[in-house]
């Protein structure tokens, strides 16, 4: 072949990939101008918000939020009242018990506690520590070296509404039997909730590249727990008497792990500065896997809560 057609053949095909690699990064850019501008807030705009965002967490720890729930709340429907039977008790079991008194006794002491304000903000405190970390004079100067459990890309978490509901956890079909092999006394029964325990927060995603707060996504998010039911189980434990280390009594709460286990979310999520992205279904299936993983790990089989007694 021609050399000179060989090197013409040559000299297009670096144009070509020149050109190839200037479009495309001509097009992050842009792309990436676009997300800036619609969806990100800018850096001054970031460190006032991380800051308003502080100063209001401050603000609301001595005031419990308002109790009025933000998306109206579900009617204790009686469909709603069925309680789940074990499925793993044979038919020859231990007779079923009523837990009527149980069911009257515990609305009487939920009702209780949703009426106490003091109740609800330390129970809103207790909230916020667990997403933010412990206050310290150190976050409240400088909200980006604050302390805690909250990662370095998440501005600080602003509970913006807070609900634990209007109907009552229903108790039913009751067995009290002996575990095996230690022979503890051990009470199964079902359980079913249906309602909208609301938690609301407000945060932001932060852009810490190449320097901290260069720009934000701002987020709401909102989470409901509209349905949970299952079998709980509730076992004395009473630990040897030559234990050594001398461990006392306790209860062992825990659910067990079958078919009638069920644990339903709702959520709303709100995404972006002046443009608003809505209720992405893809962060929705997200955060009920990862709260699903979370419940199960706490309390479900073979895991469970401890009691202790006097």
């Not at 707060?213 to 040897?240: D, E």
């Not at 992205?277 to 469970?304: C, H, N, Q, T, W």
Request: proline content about 7%; hydrophobic content about 45%; overall charge positive.
């Amino acid at each position: 072949l021609d050399p000179t057609f060989l090197a013409a053949v040559n000299l297009a095909s670096q144009e070509f990939i020149k050109g190839f690699i200037a479009g495309q990064l001509i097009l992050g850019a842009l792309f990436f101008g676009l997300i800036k501008f619609f969806l990100l807030r800018s850096g001054a705009e970031t460190r006032r918000a991380v800051h308003k965002a502080q100063r209001m967490r401050n603000a609301a720890a001595a005031a419990p939020p308002d109790p009025t729930a933000p998306w109206g709340a579900l009617t204790f429907d009686a469909a709603g009242h069925v309680v789940p039977k074990p499925g793993h008790a044979s038919r020859g079991g231990p007779p079923l018990e009523s837990c009527e008194w149980l069911n009257v006794l515990l609305a009487a002491v939920v009702r209780r506690y949703r009426e106490d304000r003091a109740f609800m903000a330390n129970l809103v405190r207790t909230l916020d520590t667990a997403l933010n970390g412990p206050r310290a004079a150190a976050a409240a100067s400088s909200p980006s070296t604050a302390v805690g459990r909250r990662p370095s890309y998440l501005g600080p978490i602003l509970i913006t509404h807070f609900h634990l509901g209007n109907a009552f956890p229903r108790f039913g079909a009751a067995r009290v039997r002996y575990a095996e092999p230690n022979g503890a006394l051990r009470v199964e029964m079902g359980f079913s909730y249906h309602d909208q325990i609301a938690l609301g927060i407000d945060t932001q995603i932060l852009l810490n590249w190449p320097h901290a707060m260069t720009a934000s996504l701002p987020v709401s998010l909102g989470v409901r727990v509209v349905h949970l039911s299952g079998v709980i189980a509730v076992q004395m434990v009473t630990p040897p008497a030559d234990a050594e280390d001398g461990e006392a009594p306790y209860l062992a709460v825990s659910v067990l792990d079958n078919d009638h286990l069920h644990v339903d979310f709702a959520f709303r999520s709100l995404l972006g500065h002046r443009t608003k992205v809505k209720d992405l279904a893809k962060l929705g299936e997200m955060l009920a896997s990862k709260l699903r993983s979370i419940f199960r790990e706490a309390i479900v089989e073979p895991r469970f809560h401890r009691i202790p007694l006097p």
